[in-house]
């Protein structure tokens, strides 16, 4: 598909190859964890908090 040698090999070469963009599984690692991080605290400003029952 368009043209691209390297599209057959990204079946089993990464997730750095499929994208095609030159950046290295790295990038996506720490996209990964950004995302995860947001979604965390995200839910944590969602779910109140207990007060103390003392």
Not at 2 to 30: C, E, H, K, Q, R
């Amino acid at each position: 598909m368009y043209n691209n040698p390297a599209v057959p090999a990204a079946a089993g070469m990464g997730s750095g190859t499929l994208a095609m963009t030159g950046a290295g599984d790295i990038f996506w690692f720490a996209l990964a964890a950004f995302a995860l991080m947001a979604l965390g605290l995200a839910i944590k400003r969602i779910v109140p908090v207990r007060g103390d029952k003392s």
